[in-house]
């Protein structure tokens, strides 16, 4: 059975993720990883695309491209964790293929 994945929305959660989880560098996002017993069976996604990225077009762009990542590559990934994707500017003129390349082999490592 498939993993139930939910979005995160609380500012507070994305906080308690950055001071508790793991933080890994890629070279078009970056991941944070927190594994926690208490989401009973589910994996906590997070996007965040900064105006670092470029206008809005562009961010939504770049967290469209990170959610089919996530339904692509993170219903895979450990049970009970939280995931919070975080797109660089580089994320939009990647090919999707190589996107997954690179979230397979930072999440496996």
Request: hydrophobic residues 40%; aromatic residues 6%; proline residues 0%.
């Amino acid at each position: 059975m498939a993993q139930q994945i939910f979005t995160i929305k609380k500012r507070s959660t994305f906080v308690m993720i950055r001071n508790k989880g793991e933080f890994i560098k890629g070279k078009n996002m970056n991941i944070q990883i927190l594994h926690n017993q208490d989401l009973e069976n589910s994996i906590g996604v997070g996007y965040t695309a900064s105006k670092k990225i470029g206008n809005a077009v562009k961010r939504n762009k770049a967290k469209r491209i990170m959610r089919e990542l996530a339904r692509k590559i993170i219903i895979n990934g450990k049970i009970n964790s939280y995931y919070v994707l975080i797109a660089k500017s580089s994320i939009l003129d990647e090919k999707f293929d190589k996107l997954i390349l690179e979230l397979k082999k930072n999440i496996n490592d």
